[in-house]
């Protein structure tokens, strides 16, 4: 992906399920006090975003649920985008757990003859490289959604998750396996076939049964092949191809663009509960929780110094100090923005439109990182 560019609707799909916040100046002292309410009211009204949701936990414990904008229900359901790699290297981390996975492993090894052509070589590739982003794949939104029109024109395609692979793979690597970090949606898309291969079943189902359930997220969900419409109250999602361009509705859409980098839907709510859960230790085995949460560089992530890469998580430098875990997600219509910390705080911000300036995503790396310090 261009560097610097994941963000901007302009750059094209690589907008769409990328993920990360945006280090910004120090925020607001006593969100308490000053509330999350008003900085949605000013994404709605100073940045122009349709819509706002917001779920935070504080530091007095209390969770706060909260929406900006017409017809936006509080704590509504949105596509999460790339918030959905979490899921997916949680999976295989407690594959890892059990035994059936290796994360040293090639990925030539599980998916035998996919990974070839132009210089990717699946031998070369461990799955930990995948997870950490580190493979040096190519990502095949580039190929397959390279003008920003795509993401409208493009949003009622079905794609197996093979063809996003195989588009991938029409170009060459971005360097070799180990030896840089980019972010790439490819990882993700054959870390879910990985799981599939080892499961022999879906890998929204071994989601489902291994995390959503678990967690009783109960507006959290794996569409099935094919179905655009989301299930729940939610708001309206919009995309505008360009800045100043009208929005354009493409709330019914069809996710699998994003498969395992992307498809799942959820809520504020039960997005923070996911990630907190998660960083405190619920879901993994303690070798495979220290394993995602060792991090290396990763200077593309978002345009800032700040941040580095583990696997399926990314950690945070606060601005008020001290460190916060998270990912966020894009995807036509929506964008989220997420931060939790290991002393109980949590933040997720969702907007209902895809920004089209560097400008919108600090505002709304902004409301969270104000919500945590």
């Known amino acids: 992906m261009p560097t610097n560019t994941r963000v901007l609707v302009a750059a094209g799909v ?79 981390l407690q594959l890892a757990g059990e035994g059936r996975i290796d994360l040293e492993q090639s990925v030539e090894h599980y998916l035998p003859g996919i990974v070839h052509g132009n210089g990717n070589d699946g031998s070369r590739i461990t799955v930990h490289q995948l997870l950490q982003q580190t493979s040096g794949l190519p990502d095949y ?15 009622h395609a079905y794609f197996e998750p093979r063809r996003l692979v195989d588009a991938a793979l029409t170009k060459p690597p971005s360097f070799a396996p180990g030896a840089k970090w980019e972010y790439s949606n490819t990882n993700y898309v054959l870390a879910g076939l990985i799981a599939e291969r080892v499961t022999q079943r879906p890998i929204g189902e071994e989601i489902t049964r291994r995390v959503i359930e678990p967690l009783r997220l109960r507006d959290t969900y794996w569409p099935g092949v094919g179905e655009q419409r989301l299930r729940g109250r939610h708001p309206q999602g919009y995309v505008a191809v360009a800045p100043g361009a009208p929005w354009v509705d493409v ?34 085995p303690p070798a495979q929780q220290q394993a995602m949460l060792t991090t290396v560089a990763a200077p593309d992530f978002e345009p800032t110094d700040h941040w580095s890469y583990g696997l399926g998580i990314a950690r945070h430098e606060l601005p008020c100090g001290g460190i916060a875990w998270g990912h966020g997600g894009d995807i036509q219509g929506f964008e989220t923005r997420n931060l939790v910390t290991t002393d109980g705080r949590g933040a997720v911000v969702a907007v209902t439109g895809l920004p089209t300036s560097l400008d919108m995503v600090k505002d709304v790396a902004d409301s969270v990182d104000a919500a945590l310090c």
Do not use: C
């Open 14 to 92: 690589s907008a769409v399920l990328a993920a990360g916040v945006v280090a910004v100046p120090p925020a607001l002292a006593n969100p308490a006090r000053d509330g999350v309410q008003p900085r949605l009211e000013r994404l709605v009204r100073d940045d122009g975003f349709p819509g706002a949701l917001a779920s935070v936990r504080g530091r007095d414990g209390r969770v706060r649920d909260s929406a900006a904008g017409s017809k936006v229900p509080v704590n509504g359901q949105v596509r999460m985008g790339s918030n959905t790699k979490t899921f997916t290297a949680v999976v295989v």
């Open 141 to 155: 939104d580039d190929v397959l959604f390279a003008k920003p029109d795509d993401l409208v024109a493009l949003s």
């Open 251 to 284: 709330t019914e859409m069809d996710p699998s663009l994003g498969w395992s980098a992307g498809q799942l839907v959820s809520t504020p709510s039960d997005l923070r509960a996911f990630f907190e859960a998660l960083v405190a230790g619920r879901l993994l």
